[in-house]
C-alpha cells in the first residue's frame, strides 16, 4: 500500500496524508507506518515521502471534499447557517452551544459550516464511550492544550493547532455531565474556537447535574421551516415575494401550494 499526497496546512506544515484518494490524519499514519511502502519515519517521528516531488495537497481542499460529500447526503440549506456565521464573526470568543430536538440535523449543519470555515476540525462524539472516557481523563485533567495534543496522538488524528484556524466539536454535551462543567476551563486554556451541541432529551433528563458553564453563545435549531423546504423544490423566492392578497398569477400560487401539500405529508 502507498501514500499518494501530503497533505499540508496553511503554515506548510504536513497534517496528513492521501491513501487511495482517502484522507488519513498524521497519527494514523505514524501509528501504521509499517502498512506503507512509500514512507519512512526518522528518530522524531517525522514521516517522509519517498520519492515526493511537489506532491502536497492543501488541508483546505480536503476539507472541500468533506463539505461536498456531506452536502451530497444533506443537500438541504438551513437557515442556522447565517447564525453559525454571526457566531464566528461577531462572538467566537464564546463557547457556542447548539442545542435543539434530536435528529433534526445539528451536527450535519454544524458541520458544514466546520469544514467551509476552519483548517482543522477536532470532532469529539461524547456518545461514543473511548471518545468520551479519553476526552475527560486527558483534557479535563490536566493542562488544557497539552491535553488537547495528548488526546489527538492517543485517537490518532493530526497534531493539535491551537489557534482560530481550528474549531473544536463536542457532540452529544448531555452525555458528560463532567465535560459540559468543564467548558469554561476549555474556553479559558484554549485558543481554538469550541462548539458543542445537545439535545432537549438529554439536557431535561440531566438537568439536576447541570452547573452554568461560563461564557457560553446559547443557539436553538428548529426543526425543518416550511421556507427551508421550499428551499428543496426551488420555490422560496416564489413563497417570500409572492403577494399575500392574491393578486399574483393562481400559477404562483399554484407552484407554493404543491410544495405545501408535500410538506404537510
Not at 91 to 119: H, P, S, W
Not at 157 to 168: A, C, G, Q, V
Not at 169 to 181: F, G, L, P, R, T
Not at 244 to 254: C, F, P, S
Request: glycine share 6%.
Amino acid at each position: 500500500m502507498e501514500v499518494t499526497h501530503r497533505v499540508e496546512n496553511s503554515s506548510h506544515k504536513t497534517c496528513g496524508f492521501m491513501v487511495n484518494c482517502e484522507y488519513k490524519p498524521y497519527y494514523s499514519i505514524l501509528d501504521n507506518a509499517d502498512l506503507f511502502d512509500n514512507i519512512e519515519v526518522t528518530g522524531q517521528n517525522k514521516i517522509l515521502l519517498k520519492g515526493e516531488n511537489g506532491k502536497a495537497v492543501s488541508k483546505k481542499s480536503v476539507q472541500m471534499q468533506l463539505y461536498h460529500a456531506i452536502c451530497e447526503k444533506n443537500p438541504l440549506v438551513r437557515d442556522i447557517r447565517q447564525d453559525l456565521r454571526r457566531w464566528k464573526e461577531e462572538r467566537n470568543d464564546f463557547v457556542l452551544y447548539l442545542t435543539g430536538a434530536r435528529q433534526i440535523g445539528k451536527t450535519t449543519e454544524l458541520m458544514k459550516f466546520a469544514c467551509q470555515n476552519y483548517e482543522q476540525i477536532i470532532y469529539v462524539n461524547l456518545a461514543e464511550a473511548m471518545a468520551a472516557g479519553m476526552f475527560e481523563a486527558t483534557v479535563l485533567n490536566d493542562d488544557c492544550y497539552l491535553g488537547m495534543v495528548r488526546y489527538c496522538r492517543r485517537m490518532k488524528l493530526e497534531e493539535f493547532d491551537n489557534s482560530r484556524n481550528t474549531i473544536l466539536v463536542i457532540d452529544e454535551i448531555q452525555e458528560s455531565v463532567a465535560v459540559y462543567n468543564g467548558i469554561r476551563s476549555l474556553q479559558a486554556g484554549l485558543k481554538c474556537d469550541i462548539a458543542v451541541t445537545g439535545s432537549y432529551l438529554g439536557k431535561t433528563l440531566n438537568s439536576q447535574y447541570f452547573k452554568p458553564a461560563g461564557n457560553v453563545w446559547r443557539l436553538e435549531m428548529l426543526p425543518l421551516s416550511f421556507a427551508e423546504f421550499c428551499d428543496a423544490f426551488g420555490s422560496r423566492k416564489t413563497l417570500l415575494t409572492m403577494d399575500i392578497h392574491g393578486r399574483d398569477a393562481d400559477e404562483t400560487y399554484g407552484r407554493v401550494r404543491v410544495v405545501f401539500y408535500r410538506f404537510q405529508k
